[in-house]
Each structure stands twice: as structure tokens, then as C-alpha cells.
């Protein structure tokens, strides 16, 4: 465990991981709040333009496929040049399950037909495992595919409500190992809620909740692997 959390941090003060740790986590908060207000303003104020705001392959898709890439990219840029490190590493393979996810891993790209997925649908992403585990689970028994549904939204909640306890000790100056990787924990939460969402639930009203917590997972993740990337640097400004 130390592996993953010390090479980031060593050679920084704490005061200066404490506040960069609340820099970066307080921007990608406050993005992810005006894209939330602005996703949700738009359908209620504006509905003429929700199929272009909220369908698939829509804008705040676009959106999603847009932050994924980046995580990606500087991921990849964050090893290149400064050598490899776990959380990134992490971070840019996350990053990349999930934009082939949102492309349906190049279907939708390149024009090549996806298997059919059990009980309708296309096996296109990596989330459509999960579709198919529930459905499975469902033709044996209603209650194991709803015990799947629960075991993902403890896993999801536990993240959401770790991250939250990070951050609140990360405020009061108490921080820990966990302190740096906030960002990542509300990514997973996210993610886990909106697949939760996907394999669950056939309302439109939650589907379009769905891509708005998947837009709002990609920006967390986009701001991890720039807030590791910054702190790697300044850990070998500091090593100097």
C-alpha cells in the first residue's frame, strides 16, 4: 500500500500536499457542480434541445469521451516523461477501459458490428459485463440479481462516503495516504452509481442522470492524473 501512496508525496511538505491536495480537489468539485447545475438547467428550462444535450452520442457524452482522452493522453505523457508511477498508471488504465466503453470500444468509429448481448442488446463495453451478469443472475433468481445490484451500490456508496471522510480530515489538517487519492474514490463511487443506473433502471429521467455522473467521474479522474502529475513535480523540484 505504501508503494502506491509515498513516491507521489515524499520530498513535499505536508502543508504544501495538504493544500495542493484541496486546490485540485476544490476545482474538480466546483466543475463538476456547474456541469451538474448547467446539464440540469438546460433539460428543464430548454427541453427542445435535450436529445442533443443528453442522448447518446450527445453533448455531454461528447463531453465524457472528451475528459476520458484526456486522462489518457496524460497519463501516458505523465510516464513518458516523468517515469512511471502507480495512481497514474491506475488512473490512465481506468481512463481507457472507460473511453472504449463510450465508444463502444470502436463500433461506433469504425462501422463493425458488436456480439448481441443475452436478453437484447449488443455487447459493446466493458459494462455490459455487468448487464449480462445481472441478467443472468435474474433468470436464476430475482433476488441474486438484485443482491448484485446491492453489492455494487455498497461498494459505490462505501467509496463516495470514504472520499468524503478523506476530505473532511484532509480540512481539518489530519491528512493520511488516502488524503491524495479523494478524486480517485468519487470516481469509482460515480462510476459504480451510474452502472448501478444502466443495469437497473429503463427510466429516461435516470439514463440522463446516468450521463451526467459519467461526464462528472471523467472530469474527478482528468483532475487526479493532473493533481499526480503536479505533485510528482513538485516532489523532484523539492528532491533538488
Do not use: K
Not at 504544501?16 to 440540469?40: E, K, Y
Not at 427541453?47 to 475528459?67: A, N
Not at 437484447?120 to 441474486?144: C, K, M, N, P, T
Amino acid at each position: 500500500m505504501a508503494e502506491f501512496a509515498y513516491p507521489i508525496f515524499a520530498g513535499a511538505a505536508p502543508d504544501l500536499r495538504r493544500s495542493s491536495q484541496l486546490r485540485f480537489l476544490v476545482m474538480a468539485l466546483a466543475l463538476v457542480g456547474v456541469v451538474t447545475v448547467a446539464a440540469a438547467l438546460a433539460a428543464i428550462l430548454a427541453p427542445g434541445i435535450r436529445h442533443l444535450l443528453l442522448r447518446e452520442d450527445g453533448i455531454v457524452e461528447m463531453g465524457t469521451v472528451m475528459f476520458l482522452a484526456a486522462v489518457v493522453l496524460g497519463a501516458g505523457a505523465s510516464v513518458l516523461l516523468r517515469g512511471p508511477s502507480i495512481p497514474v498508471i491506475l488512473a490512465g488504465l481506468l481512463g481507457l477501459a472507460e473511453l472504449l466503453d463510450e465508444t463502444s470500444f470502436g463500433a461506433r468509429l469504425f462501422g463493425f458490428q458488436p456480439l448481441p448481448l443475452h436478453g437484447g442488446g449488443q455487447l459493446d463495453g466493458f459494462h455490459d459485463l455487468l448487464i449480462l451478469a445481472y441478467r443472468l443472475l435474474g433468470d436464476v433468481s430475482h433476488g441474486l440479481a438484485l443482491l448484485l445490484v446491492a453489492l455494487l451500490l455498497l461498494l459505490s456508496g462505501g467509496a463516495v462516503l470514504l472520499a468524503l471522510r478523506h476530505m473532511a480530515r484532509n480540512m481539518t489538517g489530519a491528512t493520511t495516504w488516502l488524503s491524495g487519492h479523494v478524486l480517485l474514490l468519487l470516481h469509482v463511487g460515480f462510476i459504480g452509481l451510474a452502472q448501478i443506473i444502466d443495469i437497473a433502471t429503463s427510466s429516461r429521467a435516470l439514463s440522463a442522470v446516468e450521463e451526467v455522473l459519467e461526464l462528472n467521474a471523467a472530469i474527478l479522474l482528468a483532475f487526479y492524473v493532473v493533481q499526480m502529475g503536479w505533485m510528482e513535480a513538485a516532489r523532484r523540484r523539492g528532491a533538488r
